[in-house]
């Protein structure tokens, strides 16, 4: 496919996509969707789902249009946890759901809205709705694999580690098979930043909101991966997290892509720049057979 775009186009919005810390801007984010070429409708895309009575709690459903029932992802985006739309990543929804794969992207409530935990509750809810509802649309409620990004990839990891956060929302992990967590933070005590403290400063015990402290047992596959060029997030969450996962005998697996920083690894999902880090067809490869063989 060809596009009447300028290179240079596409690399501006790339590199406005990228300065921004956590994809805390939502606008660079929605420039850079809206300019690069999208890959084609797989199947019906349809809008303004409601998983819950807030008006943050919708998603947007990217059928795979595959005969008979495709996997199922849920698509987590970053933004600090105070940031972000999900229309904004439907190249994301879109791009996976070319690869046969029936995709969900969900909005969730935001800082100053909410506090840890609620955000997370919301991506539980998403998944609920998801075990509950993917059937109608394509995908198979058994073969769910949770993806997030930055602040997103957080999120997940943490559906997938805390029982009482799923247990808030209703929701009991029946059909999630595997989490895919991209350049998340799991490991970022002291709290240092206004965007931390806003989000986690008000909880009691600390420590539990942090990946790396929670219990592994029962948790699902991961597939974790970082770029070595990322600074935002720094590759260390991603490797104190895989080594806590295999600590525990925990299936994992640890992917660090070359050259690659933290827009970088989500970027390489859209067409123009695949070749940069085969980041789509890894996360692709474990949602179909989310395994650590």
Known sequence: MTTSIPRRDLLRAAAAFGTLPLLAGCGSVAAFNAVIPADAPAGPVTT??????????????????????????????????????????????????????TTLVPDYRLVPQVRYPDFIVDVASALRWAEENAAAHGGDPRQIVLIGHSAGAYNAVMVALAPEIRAAAGYRMRGLRGVVGLAGPYDFLPLDTGVTKAAFGQWPKLAETQPVNRSAAGSPPMFLATGDAD???????????????????????????????????????????????????????????????
């Open 48 to 101: 303004d789902v409601a998983y819950g009575p807030d008006p943050r709690q919708k998603l947007d459903i990217y059928a795979a249009g595959t005969a008979g029932r495709s996997p199922t992802a849920v698509f987590v985006y970053g933004g600090s946890w105070d940031n972000g739309d999900r229309q904004s990543y439907s190249f994301v929804g879109r791009a996976l759901a070319a690869r046969g794969i």
């Open 231 to 293: 600074t935002t997030v720094y590759p260390r969450n991603t490797t104190a997290l895989v080594a806590h996962l295999r600590r525990a005998g925990r299936p994992v697996v640890e992917k660090i892509y070359p050259g690659i920083g933290h827009a970088g690894i989500l970027t390489s999902f859209a067409k123009p720049f695949r070749d940069r880090a085969p980041v789509l067809d890894d996360v692709v490869a474990f949602v179909k057979a989310p395994s650590v063989a």
